[in-house]
């Protein structure tokens, strides 16, 4: 049975992580002129705490804990869809509010993006550093 090394699968959890909050913050971009929407994040990962969970090899489950946000009803109506399963936070470090109760700031949201970028390239290296090594300790990297 081959399984998956830890730091790899811990990776990979990152990634998705990235991935998830990309979503959130190209969902909060969409919905920056709809009136009272609250900005949205993904509750982040502590990777390095994951991280010594799986290499330990401890018995419980690497989980993070994320709390689910509901659409509210007047959102539902104007079209905005549920954001159920999508392990979203309302964001609690906005600049501002409008007028209209919007709390997107699109400053903040691609500066947001700009991180989203780089993590998922630093994961990316790492991940295929790892592949790298994983190959020349079978004797595939010729």
């Not at 609250?38 to 018995?59: E, N, P």
């Not at 979203?88 to 400053?107: A, I, M, R």
Request: glycine share 6%.
């Amino acid at each position: 049975m081959v399984s998956t090394p830890p730091l790899v699968a811990a990776i990979v959890r990152a990634m998705h992580q990235a991935t998830t909050r990309q979503s959130v913050i190209a969902s909060n971009i969409a919905n920056s002129e709809t009136p009272h929407f609250k900005a949205h994040d993904v509750q982040a990962l502590d990777f390095s705490d994951l991280l010594d969970r799986q290499i330990a090899g401890t018995q419980r489950i690497a989980h993070i804990a994320r709390p689910q946000v509901a659409s509210s009803a007047a959102m539902t109506a104007m079209g905005a869809s549920s954001l159920r399963g999508r392990h979203v936070v309302v964001d609690s470090d906005t600049g501002e509010t409008k007028p209209d109760g919007n709390t997107v700031s699109l400053e903040e949201q691609v500066l947001k993006m700009g991180e989203v970028r780089a993590d998922f390239s630093t994961l990316t290296n790492l991940y295929r550093k790892q592949m790298a090594l994983l190959n020349t300790a079978l004797g595939r990297n010729g």
